[in-house]
């Protein structure tokens, strides 16, 4: 028999009791031995729960007792989590983690200190979605070219409903939080760093990048808003907060940020919590995953996974993916200012003349040609709110005519801007 404990007993760890327990006839069908959930480590013994497993409010329960072969860490944060994770690899036993915020930034240390103790951490990427195996195991013959992906299940489901339904933030981010999908700080979720987080996990295993979220470019969901919603309805996008890794020669680009994709590509479909990730390899061609990226029965699917992995054969993969360093193709990132891509462009100006004329100059000024562009009367008729779409340019250039647009004495409210990913 297998013992394992479980550290932090919230949605997702809930899940995990309870589907140890209901489907423990396949379980151990599958891993061959049987595994047992005995000791929950929660902060409030006085919180009722409806679960058979029995709880402490001491983390050491768990980490000192013997008999306890994997410890599954699900308490959240990033500093605390990893000196729990180490003395558990230190006493032997084998770990399966969900946290992404420790793994962007410790996964290089803890695959270190791991050695051959395996860490399983599937549920960290994608929820239910088992990407972290395709990606590792059974892409592993590839040079990946991309991966584009939805993988923040809060942020799609608000988009979608925002964009089906005209719900407004507010009131979608509400019901998020309650359906189990957000962060215990949902800013992790709308300010796009879970995401990231995500995103850089699978850069380690496909490029072997150890970049942590401070390197890369993050922007979240917070800035659109129905204008934005209505030109991406008028010219046939979608608004994702798309996850992007796509190598170059001697670079990687790694960003997350909310993006208008066109509203018949495939990866346009994946609505509501639901996760999406495209991987384009050099032999396979495109490979598109999909599955709830988010809840406690989904990412608790993940976390079995993983135990189950582990009681079969020790998880014989290296953490990362790789066992020795990619020699002589050690990758860079790539700057955000080489960006090149389309833009979106929302500007908010007092309705007079020349105004245009000002902005279009502007944009020429910085070798932007404008592609598209539409106008919204305010309901006070003296502002105009201005949508404009770009041709292609560099990333740089659009920051730094929002720059100085901003400093217009004609300007209500700071522009802004969403990328347009093809
Ligand atoms: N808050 C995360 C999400 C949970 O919404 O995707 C899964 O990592």
Do not use: W
Request: hydrophobic residues 45%; aromatic residues 6%; negative net charge.
């Amino acid at each position: 028999m297998v013992k394992v404990g479980i550290i932090g007993v919230g949605t997702v760890g809930s899940s995990v009791v309870n589907i140890l327990q209901k489907n423990r006839d396949i379980i151990k069908a599958r891993a061959g031995k049987e595994i047992v959930p005995v000791l929950g480590i929660v902060k409030n013994l006085d919180k009722t729960r409806d679960l058979d497993i029995k709880l402490s409010d001491n983390i050491d329960d768990v980490l000192e007792d013997e008999s306890i072969d994997i410890v599954v860490e699900l308490m959240g944060g990033v500093e605390a989590p990893l000196e729990v994770v180490k003395k558990a690899l230190a006493k032997n036993k084998a770990v399966v983690t969900a946290n992404k915020a420790m793994l962007a930034y410790h996964r290089y240390e803890l695959q270190q200190y791991a050695k051959e103790i395996p860490i399983g951490f599937e549920a960290s990427v994608a929820g239910g979605i088992p990407i972290i195996k395709a990606l590792r195991e059974g892409l592993s013959a590839n040079h990946i070219e991309s991966i584009k992906g939805i993988m923040n299940g809060t942020c799609n489901y608000m988009l979608t409903k925002m964009m089906k339904e005209g719900v407004a933030f507010d009131v979608i981010l509400k019901e998020a939080q309650d359906l189990g999908y957000a962060e215990a700080d949902p800013s992790f979720d709308i300010g796009g760093f879970d995401a990231a987080h995500k995103l850089l996990i699978l850069a380690s295993i496909a490029y072997g990048i150890d970049a942590k979220p401070e390197d890369i470019l993050i922007e979240g969901i917070e800035n659109i808003n129905k204008e934005d919603i209505f030109f991406a309805n008028e010219f046939g996008y979608s608004i994702k907060l798309l996850t992007i890794a796509k190598k170059t020669d001697d670079a990687v680009e790694l960003r997350v940020h909310p993006a208008l994709i066109d509203r018949n590509a495939m990866i346009a479909k994946v609505d509501g919590v639901m996760n999406g990730v495209s991987v384009v390899g050099d032999c396979v061609g495109e490979t598109m995953y999909y599955g709830p990226g988010a809840g406690g029965d989904a990412t608790a699917s993940s976390v079995i996974s993983d135990i189950i992995d582990i009681v079969r054969n020790g998880s014989n993969s290296p953490m990362l993916g790789f066992k020795n360093i990619l020699e002589n193709s050690v990758l860079k990132l790539k700057k955000a200012d080489d960006i090149f891509t389309k833009y979106y462009i929302r500007i908010e100006v007092e309705d007079r003349i020349g105004v245009l004329s000002k902005i279009s100059n502007i944009l020429g000024d910085h070798d932007i040609s404008i592609n598209s562009f539409i106008q919204k009367q305010s309901s006070d008729t003296q502002n105009a709110t201005l949508l404009f779409s770009t041709h292609q340019c560099f990333e740089k250039n659009i920051q730094n005519a929002i720059h100085d647009l901003g400093a217009c004495d004609f300007i209500r409210k700071n522009p802004v801007m969403i990328r347009i990913e093809e």
